[in-house]
């Protein structure tokens, strides 16, 4: 089984372009940190490109822009410290491609969780169409947490667990478990059909329920299942009529989350959710042992 040496949130990464949505972001990291004991990474990077004439390359001259990049950066920094009185808070800035750097810093600090923004209320709309929150969900080796503008303030009551019964999804909600403890809040493991499946696979297999139930110490999992209309319109129903607060789904090949994603960009997705998505994408190894 998994151990968690300390805390199972000690670091959260948080990006930012210092935007309204960065800045919802911002809010709900230093909520949870308060909770977790967690320290807060503000992290910027410049992405300012090259000014080319002619043929010739001339560098931008920096130095101004990064003055005034790192006095936004404490400001920022100020502000959470007055309103949480939590002081577990350090900033960082870089220049280059933010997906690449934002992942570089997240595996030089041994960072447990990521926090970003999305411009809508509708967080999976915003990933299909592509942005800089998709690179960073596809990339990161640990979860990342993507907050529509219009999500509750709140700490998490209820969270539903997205499932297609792959033996790596064990290991994302173990950590999920973990994740949420503090909280004491309830995990709904829930399978949606895209109404192609057999009859078997509508419902929860007992070796999953039995695999959770023996490996993940924690009693408040419930499982669920959902048929109605097409998975997106039975997901919908479902976090409106349980009242969940986060969506996490565990990232790898042809589950839930790359289902949705890799849809046609023209197909209509009537997906009007404004929960945040946690979003797994743990490498396993063939051949070791989830638990």
């Excluded at 078997?200 to 009693?219: C, G, L």
Aim: aromatic share 8%.
């Amino acid at each position: 089984m998994i151990k968690f040496e300390s805390r199972p949130v000690g670091k959260i990464l948080v990006p930012t372009d210092f935007s309204e949505p960065a800045n919802k972001a911002l809010n709900y990291a230093a909520s949870l940190a308060v909770e977790y004991g967690a320290q807060i990474i503000l992290f910027h990077v410049n992405e300012a490109p090259m000014l080319v004439a002619s043929e010739m390359a001339f560098a931008i001259d920096y130095s101004e822009m990064d003055k005034d990049i790192m006095v936004n950066l404490e400001q920022e920094k100020k502000k959470i410290i007055e309103k949480y009185h939590y002081s577990e808070i350090s900033i960082a800035y870089t220049k280059g491609v933010a997906a690449l750097e934002i992942i570089s810093l997240s595996e030089k600090e041994h960072v447990d969780m990521i926090v970003m923004g999305v411009k809508g209320s509708n967080v999976l709309n915003e990933i299909l169409i592509g942005s800089l929150t998709t690179r960073i969900i596809s990339k990161s080796t640990c979860p990342v947490l993507a907050v529509p503008m219009d999500a509750p303030s709140h700490k998490p009551d209820k969270v539903a667990f997205a499932t297609n019964f792959n033996d790596h999804e064990l290991q994302s909600l173990f950590v999920l478990s973990e994740m949420i403890r503090p909280f004491n809040a309830e995990i709904c493991v829930v399978h949606v059909s895209d109404g192609k499946e057999s009859h078997a696979s509508h419902e929860i297999p007992d070796f999953f329920v039995k695999q959770v139930r023996t490996n993940i110490p924690y009693d408040k999992i419930s499982f669920h299942t959902s048929t109605q209309g097409s998975v997106e319109d039975a997901l919908e129903k479902f976090i409106k009529d349980q009242n969940i607060d986060w969506l996490a789904t565990a990232k790898r090949k042809r589950n839930f989350f790359e289902r949705l994603t890799t849809r046609s960009l023209t197909s209509e997705l009537a997906f009007h959710t404004h929960v945040p998505l946690l979003a797994f994408h743990i490498h396993i190894p063939e051949g070791v042992p989830l638990f």
